[in-house]
Structure formats: C-alpha cells, structure tokens
C-alpha cells in the first residue's frame, strides 16, 4: 500500500520542493492550499491532490486531517510548513504583534498536529514534522525578532511533549531548524548576501523524505539543523 503524506502550505516555497519530493517516490501527497489565496489552477490526480483550508480554524484542521484519511485511510507523515516571518525588537512588539504570529506560527502547526498525532499514536505509526527557527531555538538568534521567535519557540515544546507522549511507539516529532533558505523572496530581500551559504528548499525537503525512510526508521532526531555554512 501507497504511504501518505500531508504537506501543509504546499503553494509555499518548501511546501511545493516537499510535495514533488514525496510524489517523486511514490507516495500519495495532499497538499494544503490558503483557503483565502488558492492556487488559481491546483493539479489534482491520483498520486497528489490539494485542499483549501484555514488551519487558524481548529474545527477546519480537524476536518482536513480526517479528509485525508477518508480518501487514504492513513496518514503516514506530516510536514506543516504554514508560518510566516515578522521582525522587531522588544520595545517595537505589541501583545497583538505577538498573538499574531503565535496564531501564525503555533495556532495552526498544533490545530494540525494534534489530530495528526493522535491518529499515528493509534495505528503505532507516524513521522510529523515541524519547521523551527534559529530564533526560536536560541535566544541570541531572537534578537530583533521577538513575537516570531516566541511563537516559534512553542514548536520545541510541542515536539518535545509529543516524543514524551509517544514514547515506546514508532511515532516521532521532529523539529527542523533551517537557515536562511534560498527563496525568491529572500533573495530580492538580500541583493548582496552570499546565496551559497544558504539552505535550499529541496534540501530540506529531501532530509525530511530520508528520515520517513525505512533506512531512518530507528533514528530519533527531535531537532534536525540544516544550517548548510550559514
């Protein structure tokens, strides 16, 4: 039987490399798509599909997840790219700055994850990954962008309760912390920065295939960095 994989912010720069990476193998891949900014044109065919979805809804996340099980009867990995960037400091950053990026970064990774998890807790199986942030994970990357790097700190916790929580089974969160990644918008954002340094979308979607691979199935990796020579 097919493995299924959902892959959320699929329109994305990452989501699209993490959807032709697993298609690429083989697997059954359903992307979620904004259901504000749809794709104009979504390919839908027997190996991949995409649903509109507003993961800032936890009825909505809860919906898609048990979709994708409907059509598939198992989800076998997740990778939540949903998220968004924000900078400043402490003393430019309001409470609603941060429950913006909380709702952004956090609100919609957990609406997602929790069923996710609990269906994989279930069938003794599953991967779910998260993307991190170097500020979310250290304190001394935090600087100037406070709500983004306190709302991304949630993912670490989050990952860690869920490793404790599926201990003894063959389900693992994992976190994974890239640099700069090498994307159109960064690069027009960046002119004169050394783009080698940075880490690609496809090279973080072909770590995260590896460790759902059954050559990575004993490998417990809660926090992968992929910092290439950033």
Request: aromatic share 8%; hydrophobic share 40%.
């Amino acid at each position: 039987m097919k493995k299924t994989v959902l892959v959320t912010g699929a329109a994305g720069n990452l989501g699209k490399s993490v959807v032709d990476k697993f298609v690429s193998e083989g697997w059954n891949v359903v992307g979620t798509i904004s259901a504000s900014h749809p794709m104009s044109a979504p390919v839908s065919s027997e190996s991949k599909s995409f649903i509109a979805a507003d993961l800032a809804d936890e009825d909505a996340a809860s919906s898609l997840v048990q979709t994708v099980l409907d059509r598939h009867s198992k989800i076998d990995a997740a990778v939540l790219t949903v998220g968004g960037f924000a900078t400043g400091s402490i003393a430019e950053t309001s409470s609603d700055d941060v429950l913006a990026q909380y709702k952004l970064n956090f609100e919609t990774a957990y609406n997602t994850a929790r069923p996710i998890f609990l269906h994989m807790k279930q069938q003794g199986y599953g991967r779910i990954f998260l993307i991190g942030s170097k500020s979310g994970l250290s304190s001394k990357d935090g600087k100037g962008t406070v709500a983004y790097g306190l709302a991304k700190s949630l993912l670490f916790r989050l990952a860690e309760l869920m490793n404790i929580e599926a201990k003894g089974s063959n389900v693992v969160t994992t976190v994974i912390v890239p640099s700069t990644i090498d994307t159109p918008a960064n690069r027009k954002s960046m002119p004169d920065a050394d783009v080698s340094t940075w880490v690609t979308p496809d090279a973080i979607a072909a770590t995260i295939y590896f460790y759902c691979s059954a050559e990575a199935d004993a490998i417990r990796a809660p926090v992968i960095k992929m910092y290439n020579k950033g």
